[in-house]
Nanobody, 117 residues
């Protein structure tokens, strides 16, 4: 059974930092492109950052220079370090995995991040 379990969300003041983690099980982690998405109330889910199996990262313009995505293939875990947080970063953050060979998509259950000013 595939599971993506996010953790690390919470309530933080603007300018603060949070680190999200997503632990994967039931998949060959190194064969998956891992991403973080977010969805704010009343808005569509959007890509925040993506990291390839080899570690190449891509970021949404809105988070460039503030967020860093990384992965530890030995621990089957992907991280999102979020610095200089803004109220507009408030959303539910979702972990996403896409298998390179089959295209199968997996989602985590989400973790709430709330940034107050």
């Amino acid at each position: 059974q595939v599971q993506l379990v996010e953790s690390g969300g919470g309530l933080v003041q603007a300018g603060g930092s949070l680190r999200l983690s997503c632990a994967a099980s039931g998949i060959i982690f190194s064969s998956n492109v891992m991403s973080w998405f977010r969805q704010a109330p009343g808005k569509q889910r959007e890509l925040v950052a993506r990291i390839s199996s080899g570690g190449a990262a891509h970021y949404a313009d809105s988070v460039k220079g503030r967020f860093t995505i990384s992965r530890d293939n030995a621990k089957n875990t992907v991280y999102l370090q979020m610095n200089s947080l803004k109220p507009e970063d408030t959303a539910v953050y979702y972990c996403n995995a896409v298998n390179l060979w089959t295209g199968t998509i997996y989602w985590g259950q989400g973790t709430q991040v709330t940034v107050y000013s």
